[in-house]
């Protein structure tokens, strides 16, 4: 069930809301192999109606699954935004649709949240990569490489 307010509950007094949205109601499509929604995003918002605008103030939160850049392994990586503030307007091009006196704050989440997503997920940020099996990690070329240096070559020419 999206998440709905009704406009007729705020003209008497701001409204406090909590709970939880699907992944299926939130309807995120990330496009990306890596990182996909791993359960509800959870809210805890305050909702006043200014004027024309309704303010909504509070936290947002939701695990995704992802799947290390580096190394491929799965990890969980927590989204939580503590101190989101939005602004819905009511009049205008961008209004919100009002639909039997009701408001669906639904699209608001799931843009702000979606900004959150990593674009690149680690699994820490010392991640190494993959590791062939059996070998050890090779030296920098720099540390093994004794022939002479590509520069010496330059310094040969007669300018």
């Not at 070998?135 to 490489?145: N, Q």
Request: aromatic share 4%; charged share 30%; net charge negative.
């Amino acid at each position: 069930m999206p998440l709905l307010v009704n406009l007729r509950h705020l003209a008497d007094k701001d409204l406090e809301v909590q709970g939880e949205l699907d992944p299926q109601e939130l309807d995120i499509e990330t496009k990306d192999e890596l990182v996909r929604v791993g359960g509800p995003l959870s809210y805890d918002l305050a909702v006043q109606q200014l004027d024309q605008n309704l303010l909504l103030r509070g936290t947002l939160a939701l695990t995704l699954d992802c799947q290390c850049v580096r190394c491929l392994k799965p990890f969980k990586f927590p989204v939580r935004i503590p101190s989101w503030v939005c602004d819905v307007p009511l009049a205008g091009e961008d209004k919100a649709a009002v639909v039997n006196d009701c408001v669906d704050l639904t699209p608001y989440l799931r843009e702000d949240t979606l900004l959150a997503f990593p674009q690149h997920p680690l699994c820490k940020p010392e991640c190494a990569g993959l590791k062939e099996a059996g070998k050890t990690p090779e030296k920098p070329a720099s540390e093994t490489d004794t022939g002479p240096s590509p520069w010496a070559e330059l310094d040969k020419l007669k300018l």
